[in-house]
């Protein structure tokens, strides 16, 4: 039986759904993104991991989001295009979706039940969290937008 996560669909960019139950067997780092954030250098740091451990084991998903401050207003050509061709994003980037509220994406829903963030609460708090996720699809530490990426490396390479 598999885990609860591989249950999920996401949309591309292309507007095509993508099922999780692809990245089966892959340690997970989860992000919602934005392209006009204090934290948005972060890609960098988040293609460094992708380049470091993203071979057969481990996978970067980027969730572009609009609902912190407005910082992400673009479509998504367009943040696709930022993202690749100021961070030479590689890792996938997807459409973009809301974290919080009624039209939240079910993937963050399910995610921020899994892992909550400080004093219990699940909502997100602002762009560039992160949940990491196994191989076996456990979702086991959640990530404040101020961790960067590189700071998780170890966590990565534990359950790698």
Same mark, same amino acid.
């Given at each position: 039986?598999?885990?609860?996560?591989?249950?999920?669909?996401?949309?591309?960019?292309?507007?095509?759904?993508?099922? *999780?139950?692809?990245?089966?067997?892959?340690? *997970?780092?989860?992000?919602?993104?934005?392209?006009?954030?204090?934290?948005?250098?972060?890609?960098?740091?988040?293609?460094?991991?992708?380049?470091?451990?993203?071979?057969?084991?481990?996978?970067?998903?980027?969730?572009?989001?609009?609902?912190?401050?407005?910082?992400?207003?673009?479509?998504?050509?367009?943040?696709?295009?930022?993202? #690749?061709l100021?961070?030479?994003?590689?890792?996938?980037?997807?459409?973009?979706?809301?974290?919080?509220?009624?039209?939240?994406?079910?993937?963050?829903?399910?995610?921020?039940?899994?892992q909550?963030?400080? *004093?219990?609460?699940?909502?997100?708090?602002?762009?560039?969290?992160?949940?990491?996720?196994?191989?076996?699809?456990e979702?086991?530490?959640?990530?404040?937008?101020?961790?960067?990426?590189?700071?998780?490396? #170890?966590?990565?390479?534990?359950?790698?």
């Open positions: 039986m598999s885990a609860p996560i591989y249950s999920f669909s996401v949309k591309t960019v292309e507007k095509r759904y993508k099922s *999780l139950a692809d990245y089966q067997g892959k340690v *997970l780092l989860i992000v919602n993104t934005a392209s006009h954030c204090a934290f948005t250098p972060q890609y960098k740091e988040l293609q460094a991991l992708y380049e470091k451990y993203g071979n057969e084991s481990f996978e970067v998903l980027a969730f572009p989001c609009n609902q912190f401050a407005g910082q992400e207003p673009e479509e998504n050509a367009e943040i696709v295009s930022f993202c #690749q100021t961070y030479q994003v590689t890792f996938p980037v997807f459409a973009k979706i809301d974290v919080n509220g009624n039209n939240a994406l079910p993937l963050f829903a399910y995610l921020k039940t899994q909550k963030g400080v *004093l219990g609460t699940e909502a997100i708090k602002w762009n560039f969290t992160k949940f990491l996720v196994t191989a076996k699809g979702v086991v530490k959640r990530y404040s937008p101020s961790t960067t990426p590189s700071s998780i490396a #170890q966590d990565i390479e534990s359950y790698l």
